[in-house]
Structures are given as structure tokens and as C-alpha cells.
């Protein structure tokens, strides 16, 4: 098998996340800024084999999507292009960045540490990936 990446999109910063080959665990990968993406993304795929890109789908609480949904489909265009072995599937997003915030704090990480946005955008590609594998894992019973 091979790895899947998680990626928490922001217009500014995006964070990446990776499983194991197994598909079972989700791990923070890295924060960068968006534009730096794809590149990173393509010297990964060249250390590591991916299977699918897990791209968060942010939506309002009433479930219609959210304003930054449309520059999420261009970079989705981008990431096919660069990328058409891979498949790329959507998974809700919501309040990720709100338990990203709270898991950050309950670790115990120091104010300074908590205050680095990026951190919060890695762990948010974590728990969108791990939540998408759950729910895998849960459909599959």
C-alpha cells in the first residue's frame, strides 16, 4: 500500500499531513505556504508513494461551502494536473482548526508555541486525515 496526504488548505498557508502505508495512523508532515505546496508536494512523491491526496472540504454550519471553496478547486485543478496518478477526494473540514487550537493547548505547548498559525494548519491536515480514515475504517465494518 501506499500513504496517503492530508492537506489543510488556506489561501496564505497549508498544512500537510501523511499516513503510513498502512493507512492507519495520521501524522503532521509540515506548514507551508500555499504557494510552496505543489513543489514540496512533488519531491515527497518522489521519496514516498501516494495513493490519494485528502483535501479538506470546508463547509458552514448550514452545510453550504465556504468562501475560500472556490480557490480550493483551483488548487485541485493544479494538484490533478501535477499529479494524475493520484486520485483526490474531499473530506468536511469543519471546525478542524477549532480542535486543532484546543489539542495544541491541552499538550501543554507553551503561549509562544501555541501562537505559530502553522502549527494549527499541520494539526488540522492531521485531524482531517485521521477523521477521513476513521470514517474508512467505520464504513468498512
Known amino acids: 500500500m501506499a500513504c496517503l496526504v492530508g492537506i489543510d488548505y488556506g489561501t496564505k498557508r497549508t498544512g500537510l499531513s501523511y ?3 498502512n493507512q492507519i495512523i495520521a501524522s503532521g508532515l509540515t506548514n507551508l505556504p500555499t504557494n510552496a505546496v505543489l513543489s514540496y508536494l512533488k519531491d515527497f512523491c518522489k521519496k ?7 483535501v479538506g472540504k470546508p463547509l458552514q454550519r448550514d452545510g453550504t461551502p465556504s468562501d475560500v471553496e472556490a480557490k480550493i478547486l483551483g488548487f485541485i485543478k493544479e494538484l490533478q494536473e501535477c499529479f494524475p496518478q493520484q486520485e483526490v477526494k474531499r473530506y468536511d473540514e469543519r471546525f478542524t482548526s477549532k480542535m486543532a487550537a484546543q489539542a495544541i493547548r491541552e499538550a501543554g505547548l507553551k503561549k509562544k508555541q501555541r501562537s505559530m498559525k502553522g502549527r494549527v494548519d499541520q494539526v488540522s491536515a492531521t485531524l482531517i486525515l485521521q477523521s477521513y480514515l476513521d470514517a474508512q475504517t467505520n464504513s468498512n465494518k
Open 19 to 21: 499516513t503510513d502505508p
Open 48 to 54: 514516498e508513494a501516494v495513493e490519494a491526496f485528502i
